[in-house]
Nanobody, 126 residues
Framework: TVQVVESGGGLVQAGGSLRLSCKIS???????????MAWFRQAPGKEREGISCIKQGGRNTDYADSVKGRFTTSRDMAENTHYLQMNKLEPEDTAMYHC????????????????WGQGTQVTVSS
């Protein structure tokens, strides 16, 4: 069974940084290792937002305009772990952050992924 587990969320002051991790386990030998994964977030009363995506083993990344220049996604293929480095955090970044893996259909922002984590909460105080 494939499991997706996020960690690293917490409470931080505006202007601060956090690094989220997403560990994917349970992959079978036949599953590709250069799968697409993404980070999404959802705040109370707001729609889910795709904020970053990493494809082709890390050679191709994409970001939402709202986080471009502040957030960086990366991955450790050997460990099947993905990261989201979040700098210059703003109160508007407060949300539950979810990791998703194995894109089913494009575009990635439509959130059609096979596997999802339960999420990790990020709260940014002003």
């Amino acid at each position: 069974t494939v499991q997706v587990v996020e960690s690293g969320g917490g409470l931080v002051q505006a202007g601060g940084s956090l690094r989220l991790s997403c560990k994917i386990s349970g992959l079978t030998p036949l599953m590709p290792r250069d799968y697409t994964m993404a980070w999404f977030r959802q705040a109370p009363g707001k729609e889910r937002e795709g904020i970053s995506c990493i494809k082709q083993g890390g050679r191709n990344t994409d970001y939402a305009d709202s986080v471009k220049g502040r957030f960086t996604t990366s991955r450790d293929m050997a460990e099947n772990t993905h990261y989201l480095q979040m700098n210059k955090l703003e109160p508007e970044d407060t949300a539950m952050y979810h990791c998703a893996a194995f894109l089913l259909t494009e575009p990635w922002t439509d959130a059609k992924f096979r596997f999802w984590g339960q999420g990790t909460q990020v709260t940014v105080s002003s």
